[in-house]
Nanobody, 113 residues
Framework: QVQLVESGGGLVQTGGSLRLSCTAS??????MGWYRQAPGKQRELVATITGIHRENYADFVKGRFTISRDNAKNTVYLQMNSLKPEDTAVYLC?????????WGPGTQVTVSS
């Protein structure tokens, strides 16, 4: 059974940093990534990374966020720097596997002004 477990969210002031982690189990995963959803808004892509570490970022996080992964641990990370109040959202981990597309429950990130 596939399971994704996220950690690292929390409350931070504007300009601060957080590091999110997501560990996946139960399958072999190709692309892994992070999405976010703010209240009243649609879910949006933040960043993805392939099994060969090819990275892709949404324009609104370029230069501030960095995605990385440890294939041996099936873990993907999101280092978030220079956080802004508009980054406040639930951040959800996503992992693609042969059986389909899987999501974690999400971790709340709140940036105070």
């Amino acid at each position: 059974q596939v399971q994704l477990v996220e950690s690292g969210g929390g409350l931070v002031q504007t300009g601060g940093s957080l590091r999110l982690s997501c560990t996946a189990s139960g399958s072999i995963f190709s692309t892994m990534g992070w999405y976010r959803q703010a209240p009243g808004k649609q879910r949006e892509l933040v960043a993805t990374i392939t099994g060969i570490h090819r990275e892709n970022y949404a324009d609104f996080v370029k230069g501030r966020f960095t995605i990385s992964r440890d294939n041996a641990k099936n873990t993907v990370y999101l280092q978030m720097n220079s956080l802004k109040p508009e980054d406040t959202a639930v951040y959800l981990c996503n992992a693609e596997a042969l059986g389909g597309d899987y999501w974690g429950p999400g971790t709340q990130v709140t940036v105070s002004s």
